[in-house]
Nanobody
Framework: EVQLVESGGGLVPPGGSLRLSCIVS????????IGWFRQAPGKEREGTLC????????DVADSVKGRFFISSDSAKNTVYLQMNSLKPEDSGVYYC??????????????????????????WGQGTQVTVSS
């Protein structure tokens, strides 16, 4: 069974940093695209960055370029999202998701609801990030 479990969310002041972790199980780490998505209240879910194995996709959301970074540790079956220079508009629920067949070069598009055409197959439960003073 494919499982993704996020952790590391919390309250951080503007300008601060936070690192999210996603522990994955039930599939081969190198065969799936794993992405970080986020959803603010009243807004659609947005993709930020994706990785497959240790290769980072060139598809990066403009809103996080130069501030957010994705990495992986295959020995720990964990994907990380390092978030720097955080802004209040970065607040929301952050999800990691995995899919074996999505287009790696446009992976951030797959934030749709599960079961829809543009959605990753497997999703974690999410972790809340709040950027506020």
């Amino acid at each position: 069974e494919v499982q993704l479990v996020e952790s590391g969310g919390g309250l951080v002041p503007p300008g601060g940093s936070l690192r999210l972790s996603c522990i994955v199980s039930g599939f081969s780490f190198d065969d799936y695209v794993i992405g970080w998505f986020r959803q603010a209240p009243g807004k659609e879910r947005e993709g930020t960055l994706c990785i497959r194995g240790s290769t980072v996709s060139s598809d990066v959301a403009d809103s996080v370029k130069g501030r957010f970074f994705i990495s992986s540790d295959s020995a720990k079956n964990t994907v990380y999202l390092q978030m720097n220079s955080l802004k209040p508009e970065d607040s929301g629920v952050y999800y990691c998701a995995a899919d074996r067949r999505v287009n790696f070069r446009s992976c951030t598009l797959y934030g749709g609801s599960p079961g829809t055409l543009y959605s990753m197959d497997h999703w974690g439960q999410g972790t809340q990030v709040t950027v506020s003073s």
